[in-house]
C-alpha cells in the first residue's frame, strides 16, 4: 500500500466542559478506498465528517491529505464533496444551476460549468431534468442532484452524511445505485449509513464508532461476523 490519500491522527473535539464527543479517532483511506462508518446515533459520525470536509474545527489532531495538513484549511479548498441527508439543494435555482454553482464560484466560464453541469447530470441520471426546480423533484433524484452537485468539481474524496436517511425504500434504492457506480469508477468515498447490506456490498471497510471512539474496524466481513456482541447486536437490528 502507498501513502494514504487521507490521514487522521488523534481527532479529539468537545463543545462544553471538555466532555469529549470525538476522543482520539485516528484511521487512513487510500486512494479509490470506499470506508463506511457506522455506529449509535450521537456517536460522533457526523462530527467526524463535518472535521473532515472543514466545517468544523478539531479541539486537537490532524487532517492529512497526502503530505499537505489540510487541518485549518477552509473547505473550498480540501478537493472533497459533501452531500448531506438533506439535499442543502438551493430552492430558487434549477438542477443545472444548483450543479453549476460550485463552478461558477469557482470563476469557471458559464458555458464550460453548463457542460460539466449536464456531463454530472446524466451520470446520476438526471439529464432529463436539469430545467426542473427541487421542489418539482422526488427526495431521491434532488439527491441525485447534490450528488452531481458535489462531483461538480471533481473532487479527491466524496463525504457522504447518511445520504438516504430521509427516503422511502424505493428512493433509497436509486440514491444507492448511484453510490455503488462511482465505487465501482474507484471513487474514494467515507460514507455514513445505516444501511448495512449496502455498506456490505460496496465498502472495503468499516468502521464502527461508539460514545466519539472507534470501537472495531475491519472488513465488512469481519464486522458482520465479528466476536463484539455490542457491534454485532447493532449490525443485526440494522438488516
Ligand atoms: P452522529 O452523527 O453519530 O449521530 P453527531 O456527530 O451528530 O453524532 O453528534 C455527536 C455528539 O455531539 C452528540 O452528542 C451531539 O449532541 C453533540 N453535538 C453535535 N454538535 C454539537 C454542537 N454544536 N454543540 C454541542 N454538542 C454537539
Do not use: W
Request: aromatic share 6%; net charge negative.
Amino acid at each position: 500500500m502507498g501513502q494514504p490519500i487521507l490521514e487522521v491522527e488523534h481527532l479529539k473535539k468537545s463543545y462544553v466542559n471538555n466532555v469529549p464527543i470525538l476522543d482520539d479517532v485516528s484511521f487512513s483511506l487510500q486512494k479509490g478506498e470506499v470506508v463506511v462508518i457506522v455506529g449509535p446515533s450521537g456517536c460522533g459520525k457526523s462530527t467526524t465528517l463535518f472535521m473532515l470536509a472543514g466545517l468544523s474545527d478539531p479541539t486537537s489532531g490532524s487532517i492529512y491529505f497526502g503530505d499537505k495538513n489540510v487541518t485549518k484549511v477552509a473547505p473550498e479548498d480540501r478537493e472533497i464533496g459533501l452531500v448531506f441527508q438533506n439535499y442543502a439543494l438551493y430552492p430558487h435555482m434549477t438542477v443545472e444551476e444548483n450543479i453549476m454553482f460550485p463552478l461558477i464560484n469557482r470563476k469557471v466560464k458559464k458555458a464550460e460549468a453548463r457542460e460539466r453541469a449536464n456531463e454530472m447530470a446524466k451520470l446520476v441520471q438526471l439529464d432529463g431534468l436539469l430545467k426542473r426546480k427541487p421542489k418539482a423533484l422526488s427526495g431521491g433524484q434532488q439527491q441525485r442532484v447534490s450528488i452531481a452537485r458535489a462531483l461538480a468539481l471533481q473532487p479527491k474524496i466524496l463525504y457522504f452524511d447518511e445520504p438516504t436517511s430521509a427516503l422511502d425504500p424505493e428512493l433509497t434504492a436509486e440514491v444507492l445505485k448511484v453510490i455503488r457506480q462511482l465505487a465501482s469508477e474507484h471513487m474514494t468515498m467515507i460514507i455514513v449509513t445505516h444501511e448495512m447490506q449496502f455498506a456490505r456490498e460496496v465498502s472495503d471497510r468499516i468502521i464502527f464508532m461508539e460514545q466519539g471512539v472507534i470501537v472495531e474496524e475491519g472488513s465488512p466481513e469481519a464486522l458482520f461476523t465479528t466476536e463484539n456482541a455490542r457491534v454485532r447486536e447493532f449490525i443485526g437490528k440494522l438488516q
